[in-house]
């Protein structure tokens, strides 16, 4: 009988070992999938995320197929090694990439205990392989083939690298949740800085969450998180690494995390965008130039880019504090009377655009955003298109003048939700148009003490359009400056008869504008549509000695090991579109504008010191207010609205340039004048030359003689067309041209 039991256990195993033998040599053959050699996990690389720099290498974004950032084992802290080593591989500097007694260890454990805590006995090597080339499935095999497969790599990878190298490959690679790959992105986006720099605990955070990388995610189960982390601190006291005092010091300490998801929650996504698009092209002429196959997702690039971090940052700031304050005022204004009832036949619009009447009161659990945060409710469809529709939309850009660099792009209120840019939006100029008006009058030879008609004025031909002032006044007459610097309608219109419409229309499309000019008087006072970046360029030509300049985002692209790829030419390509001494004096008209017109708040309330020259718009009804200022080293402009005019607010004091988008511009200023080094860079004001001030030097307003008010009062008629209007304000002008200094200069002050 014990023979028997003997033969049939030699058998046994003989047939075990032919039946293993033959599963090593399918594995081998590559039955079950392509067994990497030597060769080619030498030449293993990771896909790379492309790393997005402002202009001073702040991480402001990420390219990726895989967010994975590589680095190298000097920038990994010894306390991380440490960490890592005690926790999954405590004989990982002892065994060749297979550990036989925690192997064994395991195979009693769950086989023959049938104890389901007995661990996976993987070494870090075998988990390396695992993380480079993933797990396929076998139906009732997939275990052991994917296991045995394992450690054939293993020991390859043991017998081609070293043991730091080997470290530094498996941290490279592992998976952190949140799409997040590699110990560098996970640094970055719980903790919001380099690996090179993590705390001990902070390491031993991210090592914990190698276990089960969702369950002790910090930031989702915190709790989880915080336990895991002691127990990573008492393996590496338990090995030696941490002295038992230190162990309690670092056990005791709160779990702090400075989370930065880049993807949703980044400081400049809108911008991110735009550098997208700019790389893509780079890369793809220089891949058909140089024949080279940079990807823009996995080539692991550094792009740095032209954005001033912090001066993006005051920009944020500034539209959570104003955006915040005045969307409140807006909601309060459409939860009752005839506001809600307008916003109640808007969203009636919507729901039938939409297709939607039918589950317009379903009710779902919906983010809805806030500036103080995001919050979950359950909404009907109905009420979160109220919800959207009273959302007050901004964008705000900033430019170098000089070589067209970013320097600060903000889209909208918030990418995740609303992820058009608003930069690009076309809406009415309103009054930012007519710094364009005025400047065609001064390529005409118009003189900033040309004095302009106030007078009632009624166009027959255009259904009795009648252009007003914002306050109402009618009578005398207003030196240009003056009339753009108060944002006068009236005196503005007149300019517009004065001109010759061809020339008018020239500037303007030379300036940049896409969208046809009409020839209607209602065009001088911004009926016509531009987008916020339009008006930026155009902005930047009247800053830049009136040559317009392309926006550019990017300044190099270099790869991984610092070759550069591309360099922004220093040589800036310019367009004069405005002669010198035109964009000199509308400057000096402009400056005029924010240091005693609607632009004046500025300094006023807001205390920016540094001298700017800019103008508000504030469109019909209020449904979209501008500001634009610049300097000769800035521009920045901002507009604001809501997605349909029609939504808007009823008092100036809330809805004119001067109090909804003035105060966006203002507070970053204010936040940037703080700053020594933007205050060197930017606030260094406004050069104006003493012939261009000369020429300002005459009082704003003249009022008619009696003589003209008893002729007028007899002969004037308000009523009149188009064209008798353009005739009378041509002959205005010549004559104005010929108004003597006496007049100009003691003529009588508006009261």
Request: charged share 25%.
């Amino acid at each position: 009988m014990k023979r028997k039991l003997i033969i049939f256990f030699v058998k046994f195993s003989l047939i075990a070992l032919l039946l293993f033998g033959i599963f090593l040599g399918f594995i081998f053959l590559g039955v079950f999938g392509h067994v990497f050699t030597e060769k080619e996990l030498k030449e293993f690389k990771n896909e790379t995320a492309s790393l997005v720099l402002s202009d001073r290498g702040k991480l402001i974004g990420k390219f990726f197929a895989d967010n994975r950032t590589n680095v190298v084992y000097k920038q990994l802290p010894s306390d991380l090694i440490n960490a890592l080593v005690a926790t999954e591989d405590a004989r990982y500097f002892e065994h060749e990439g297979v550990d036989s007694r925690s192997l064994l260890r395991v195979l009693v454990k769950s086989i023959v205990l049938r104890q389901k805590g007995a661990g996976g006995g993987s070494t870090i090597t075998q988990q390396l392989a695992k993380n480079m080339f993933g797990r396929q499935h076998y139906g009732f095999l997939s275990m052991p083939v994917n296991k045995t497969k394992e450690i054939i790599l293993a020991n390859r990878l043991e017998s081609i690298y070293s043991k730091e190298d080997i470290l530094t490959l498996y941290l490279n690679t592992v998976p952190f949740g949140e799409n997040v790959l590699g110990i560098e992105a996970a640094a970055h986006r719980f903790f919001n800085k380099s690996v090179a720099k993590l705390k001990i605990e902070e390491s031993a955070v991210l090592i914990g969450m190698l276990k089960a990388n969702t369950y002790y995610n910090p930031r989702l189960y915190p709790d989880h998180a915080l336990s895991r982390r002691n127990v990573v601190l008492e393996q590496m006291e338990k090995y030696g690494y941490l002295t038992a005092e230190k162990t309690n010091e670092l056990q005791k300490l709160p779990l702090r995390l400075d989370y930065a998801n880049l993807e949703s929650e980044g400081p400049a996504n809108y911008y991110l965008v735009q550098i997208r698009k700019e790389a893509s092209k780079i890369l793809e002429v220089l891949n058909r130039r140089s024949d080279t196959i940079y990807d823009l997702k996995k080539s692991g690039l550094i792009i740095e880019t032209t954005l001033d971090f912090d001066l993006q940052q005051y920009a944020l700031g500034a539209f959570k504090s104003h955006l915040g304050k005045m969307q409140e005022r807006l909601s309060r204004q459409y939860a009752k009377g005839s506001d809600k009832a307008v916003l109640n036949g808007l969203v009636k619009k919507e729901l039938k655009k939409l297709q939607l009447e039918d589950l317009a009161d379903v009710k779902k659990m919906r983010e809805v955003f806030g500036w103080n945060g995001f919050t979950s409710d359950s909404i009907s469809i109905r009420d979160s298109l109220a919800l959207d529709l009273t959302l007050l939309h901004a964008g705000l850009i900033a430019m170098d003048p000089k070589n067209g660099f970013i320097k600060a792009w903000v889209g909208g209120i918030d990418f995740r939700t609303q992820p058009y840019d608003q930069i690009f939006a076309q809406r009415q100029t309103a009054s930012a148009f007519k710094p364009i008006l005025y400047a065609s009058a001064l390529e005409q030879g118009a003189m900033p003490c040309q004095y302009l008609d106030n007078d009632e004025l009624v166009l027959n031909d255009f259904d009795n359009w009648q252009p007003q002032n914002y306050d109402h006044s009618v009578g005398g007459k207003y030196s240009m400056a003056a009339s753009l610097a108060r944002s006068m309608n009236i005196p503005t219109v007149n300019l517009f008869f004065q001109q010759d419409f061809d020339l008018l229309a020239d500037v303007w499309k030379a300036l940049g504008f896409s969208q046809e000019l009409s020839n209607k008087p209602s065009a001088a006072l911004g009926t016509t549509t531009a987008s916020l970046y339009e008006m930026a360029i155009a902005y930047a030509a009247f800053a830049n000695s009136g040559k317009r300049i392309e926006p550019v985002f990017i300044k190099e692209i270099r790869t991984a090991d610092g070759r550069s790829l591309y360099k922004h030419p220093k040589a800036v390509l310019q367009e004069s579109v405005l002669k010198e001494s035109t964009s000199g004096l509308l400057t000096a008209m402009l400056e005029k504008a924010v240091r005693e017109g609607t632009g004046s708040s500025m300094s006023n309330v807001y205390g920016v010191r540094s001298s700017f020259a800019g103008k508000t718009g504030t469109s019909q009804d209020y449904g979209d207010a501008w500001f634009l200022a610049y300097n000769n080293d800035l521009v920045v402009a901002t507009r604001v609205g809501a997605s349909y005019p029609v939504v808007h607010f009823r008092k100036g004091s809330d809805g004119s340039g001067s109090a909804l988008a003035l105060p966006l511009v203002a507070k970053t200023l204010q936040q940037a004048q703080k700053n020594s080094t933007l205050r060197s860079k930017y606030l260094r004001g406004l050069t104006i030359s003493d012939r261009d001030l000369e020429a300002m030097a005459c009082v704003d307003h003249i009022d008619d003689s009696d003589f003209e008010k008893f002729f007028d009062d007899i002969f004037r008629d308000k009523n009149m067309t188009f064209e008798k209007a353009s005739k009378k304000a041509k002959k205005q002008a010549k004559k104005g041209k010929r108004k003597s200094w006496f007049k100009r200069v003691f003529g009588k002050k508006d009261s």
